[in-house]
């Protein structure tokens, strides 16, 4: 399963590129490149603001808005996490617009929309073992034409529960907040929320409903990631992530306690 591509873009979320191409596993494929520092230290900056809300072992990654990277960065995520020992599962609930399959290079199109959707249908048979020996990963399935009533069901809460007891750490990658409610209905079920925001797309006011929206749900925000995509478009190849605990609910915009300077990626 070769899913060390350097595919051209990183932090494009649900563009083109990523969409047939998968998202870009820097992680994997250079983990000594300063980007994937960032994501490790972006992986100890979760588990800081994750010690206020206990042990979270399923976490759940959007963004208010499409094409904000949290594909890209979910994904990666995963393998940082696998890559300190812990055993992870990265679940593609985005039943819209997968990337999981293309990004692992799985090409067994059973997944989660066959599970829900099948009484009958065994869990082992939809989990997918990558090169890494600590991270595995569910695929979306076949598109559906209820993915929110997918999410909603009982067998989706059974299923998460089940998870939850045999890994260290599942990541969920859903849909943005502002498009569909998919992320809305699985959100009361996480242990923790991470929030993408994008330097170059997020609006001031897509973040404010977003915030609401969390707010209202009483989410289990543990932060919000940073992606400086204007970076990207200014150093040429650079890309920048950035990592602030808690979420300001009352404010327009996110309070940050922590940034992380944009870095470039030297070729």
Do not use: C
Request: proline fraction near 5%; charged fraction near 20%.
């Amino acid at each position: 399963m070769a899913f060390f591509k350097k595919n051209k873009a990183l932090g494009d979320g649900l563009s083109a590129e990523t969409m047939t191409k998968g998202a870009r596993l820097i992680a994997a494929a250079e983990p000594k490149n300063p980007v994937s520092e960032q994501f490790r230290t972006l992986r100890t900056n979760i588990d800081f603001a994750s010690v206020a809300k206990g042990n979270v072992k399923t976490l759940l990654v959007s963004s208010a808005l499409p094409s904000e990277g949290k594909s890209t960065i979910t994904a990666n995520l995963a393998v940082v996490y696998a890559q300190q020992g812990k055993r992870v599962l990265l679940v593609d609930a985005d039943l819209r617009r997968p990337t999981v399959a293309i990004t692992f290079d799985v090409t067994d199109n059973h997944g989660l929309t066959n599970y829900l959707a099948d009484v009958h249908s065994e869990l082992g048979s939809i989990i997918h073992h990558t090169r890494m020996d600590t991270l595995d990963v569910i695929t979306s399935g076949p598109v559906p034409p209820n993915p929110a009533e997918l999410l909603a069901s009982a067998r989706m809460t059974t299923l998460i529960t089940q998870l939850r007891n045999h890994y260290d750490l599942v990541i969920f990658d859903v849909p943005p907040f502002l498009m569909v409610t998919d992320a809305q209905v699985l959100m009361s079920r996480m242990d923790g929320v991470a929030i993408v925001v994008s330097g170059g797309k997020t609006t001031k006011g897509a973040l404010q409903r977003t915030s609401e929206i969390l707010k209202i749900a009483e989410a289990p925000v543990v932060g919000f990631i940073y992606n400086d995509q204007n970076q990207k478009k200014k150093a040429g190849s650079g890309y920048g992530y950035g990592y602030g605990y808690g979420y300001g609910y009352g404010d327009a915009k996110p309070k940050a306690d922590l940034f992380l300077p944009s870095l470039r990626e030297e070729r």
